[in-house]
């Protein structure tokens, strides 16, 4: 069976990331919201609660997944909307600090990434115990990721098509989206480069993976 009616009700569970930022927002930067920001807010959360109801009670759009993965991923979203908070407001204490010069975004984004490689590495064997991957075996699993990667090794790599040339290019577009996005962080407000991602992330599942959700919906089918 298609799981395009599991991808869109991802979607919107994927939205608690903006009710999240409101309340973090608040917290954090003590910004107040009028009544029709904060009730376009709870339509969200509405959203996003039936979205996960229905599944949890056998509708269509998660029947196959429990309560607690939503949950988790719902719960997930507020250590990535924190973060974006965060670099707003290290853009509005920079800009008081510096005498209305804000910090510049790759000060901003190397910090960030910084640290996301550091609790990646402090948490890869936690990790690799969650894929079923033993510690002692992580580093030739690296070595087998890095020569896919690379696209060498001949014909030990059949599953490689691609590389290196395409994980190249989705690095190089990732990098130029997260730029954009703290830049307009820094511009204006994370809420809005949230709504402005969101928007064009959209854009870009609907027209540019749609040929190959079809094709996948239709191989399910055959």
Same mark, same amino acid.
């Given at each position: 069976?298609?799981?395009?009616?599991?991808?869109?009700?991802?979607?919107?569970?994927?939205?608690?990331?903006?009710?999240?930022?409101?309340?973090?927002?608040?917290?954090?930067?003590?910004?107040?919201?009028?009544?029709?920001?904060?009730?376009?807010?709870?339509?969200?959360?509405?959203?996003?609660?039936?979205?996960?109801?229905?599944?949890?009670?056998?509708?269509?759009?998660?029947?196959?997944?429990?309560?607690?993965?939503?949950?988790?991923?719902?719960?997930?979203?507020?250590?990535?909307?924190?973060?974006?908070?965060?670099?707003?407001?290290?853009?509005?204490?920079?800009?008081?600090?510096?005498?209305?010069?804000? *910090?510049?975004?790759?000060?901003?984004?190397?910090?960030?990434?910084?640290?996301?490689?550091?609790?990646?590495?402090?948490?890869?064997?936690?990790?690799?115990?969650?894929?079923?991957?033993?510690?002692?075996?992580?580093?030739?699993?690296?070595?087998?990721?890095?020569?896919?990667?690379?696209?060498?090794?001949?014909?030990?790599?059949?599953?490689? *098509?691609?590389?290196?040339?395409?994980?190249?290019?989705?690095?190089?577009?990732?990098?130029?989206?997260?730029?954009?996005?703290?830049?307009?962080?820094?511009?204006?407000?994370?809420?809005?480069?949230?709504?402005?991602?969101?928007?064009?992330?959209?854009?870009?599942?609907?027209?540019?993976?749609?040929?190959?959700?079809?094709?996948?919906?239709?191989?399910?089918?055959?």
């Amino acid at each position: 069976m298609c799981r395009l009616s599991t991808l869109n009700t991802l979607s919107v569970v994927l939205q608690s990331f903006l009710v999240w930022q409101l309340i973090l927002s608040v917290i954090v930067l003590g910004r107040k919201y009028r009544a029709n920001q904060i009730l376009g807010c709870l339509l969200v959360t509405t959203g996003v609660i039936l979205s996960v109801v229905s599944g949890a009670n056998g509708g269509s759009s998660l029947s196959d997944v429990k309560f607690f993965w939503p949950a988790v991923l719902m719960a997930s979203s507020a250590c990535q909307a924190g973060a974006s908070i965060i670099k707003e407001f290290v853009f509005i204490d920079g800009a008081k600090r510096l005498e209305g010069k804000r *910090p510049d975004i790759f000060v901003v984004n190397s910090f960030g990434s910084g640290f996301q490689a550091l609790f990646v590495l402090l948490l890869l064997p936690f990790l690799s115990n969650l894929k079923g991957i033993p510690l002692t075996e992580l580093p030739a699993y690296v070595n087998r990721g890095a020569a896919c990667f690379l696209n060498v090794g001949g014909g030990n790599l059949n599953d490689c *098509p691609g590389a290196p040339l395409l994980p190249l290019l989705f690095i190089t577009m990732n990098m130029a989206f997260n730029i954009s996005v703290l830049n307009l962080v820094k511009m204006s407000t994370a809420l809005v480069a949230s709504l402005t991602a969101t928007l064009a992330g959209s854009y870009l599942f609907r027209y540019t993976f749609c040929h190959f959700l079809f094709h996948t919906c239709l191989e399910e089918q055959v």
